[in-house]
């Protein structure tokens, strides 16, 4: 048998010995426990403060779906989705390009809501004027206002009678849990509306393209790739980027 073989097995019966006595033996250190208290707390109170702010905290994880779910965001990034495709630019301008755009214009959209809400219910609070409760159902007003406003009756109706729930008589009953929903498919119905609008004068010139091609007898020449620049002008001379984001913001007032 080779040496260096022979060196090997030592070895791994060195290591099998090692490891089988110090299974055996007691660890000499202890793993610490790991709790959770709320600590500093002298009364009834004070815990329940702490586990506010830790609901509060937690809540912070949904703020990327409040932003879509809640806002103007939905309309506006499905539009540039279509805008995009439209074009037939394909990933120009990149995805980061239109949700940041999407983002800045959703801040727009919502400060003035934002500013209503602060003053209303967020700034009273903070001074101590207002409940906790009364915060929320103060500031939850504003958000309703533009969501209600921008949701059809008939989407409301919808999961009003999907939950089997009798309908509110006041416009500031209606439930999150209805509202959101219902504003959402609203808005992909705006979104897909404008989408179709916009995809009208792109289609056209995609025919133009195609009828040329087939009367000159260039088949196998692809039309996206010659109605590209002539989409790219079109939409630079009418000045699409500025009809598009005003007619985005027009939308939502």
């Known amino acids: 048998?080779?040496?260096?073989?022979?060196?090997?097995?030592?070895?791994?019966?060195?290591?099998?010995?090692?490891?089988?006595?110090?299974?055996?033996?007691?660890?000499?250190?202890?793993?610490?426990?790991?709790?959770?208290?709320?600590?500093?707390?002298?009364?009834?109170?004070?815990?329940?403060?702490?586990?506010?702010?830790?609901?509060?905290?937690?809540?912070?994880?949904?703020?990327?779906?409040?932003?879509?779910?809640?806002?103007?965001?939905?309309?506006?990034?499905?539009?540039?989705?279509?805008?995009?495709?439209?074009?037939?630019?394909?990933?120009?301008?990149?995805?980061?390009?239109?949700?940041?755009?999407?983002?800045?214009?959703?801040?727009?959209?919502?400060?003035?809501?934002?500013?209503?809400?602060?003053?209303?219910?967020?700034?009273?609070?903070?001074s101590g004027k207002i409940s906790q409760e009364q915060a929320i159902d103060i500031g939850s007003k504003p958000i309703k206002d533009f969501m209600l406003k921008q949701t059809r009756e008939k989407d409301i109706a919808l999961f009003y009678t999907a939950a089997n729930i009798e309908k509110p008589k006041e416009r500031y009953e209606v439930s999150f849990k209805i509202l959101i929903p219902a504003f959402v498919i609203s808005e992909l119905k705006t979104a897909f509306q404008m989408g179709f609008l916009i995809y009208v004068p792109f289609i056209v010139i995609d025919i133009i393209i195609a009828s040329i091609l087939m009367s000159m007898g260039m088949f196998m020449l692809p039309p996206v790739t010659i109605s590209l620049p002539f989409k790219i002008l079109l939409f630079v001379l009418a000045d699409g980027w500025h009809l598009v984001v005003k007619s985005l913001i027009k939308s939502f007032i």
Do not use: H
Not at 17 to 43: C, H, R, Y
Not at 100 to 116: D, E, Q, R
């Open 1 to 126: 048998m080779n040496k260096n073989v022979r060196k090997t097995i030592y070895l791994l019966f060195f290591f099998i010995i090692i490891i089988s006595i110090t299974a055996k033996a007691e660890p000499s250190f202890q793993i610490p426990k790991v709790t959770l208290s709320v600590d500093g707390s002298k009364n009834p109170k004070e815990y329940v403060d702490n586990i506010k702010i830790l609901i509060l905290l937690t809540s912070l994880t949904f703020i990327p779906s409040i932003v879509l779910m809640m806002t103007s965001f939905t309309r506006i990034i499905v539009v540039f989705g279509f805008l995009r495709n439209a074009l037939s630019t394909q990933q120009s301008p990149p995805n980061q390009v239109l949700i940041g755009l999407a983002l800045f214009m959703t801040i727009f959209i919502m400060s003035p809501v934002y500013s209503k809400v602060n003053k209303e219910a967020i700034q009273p609070y903070i």
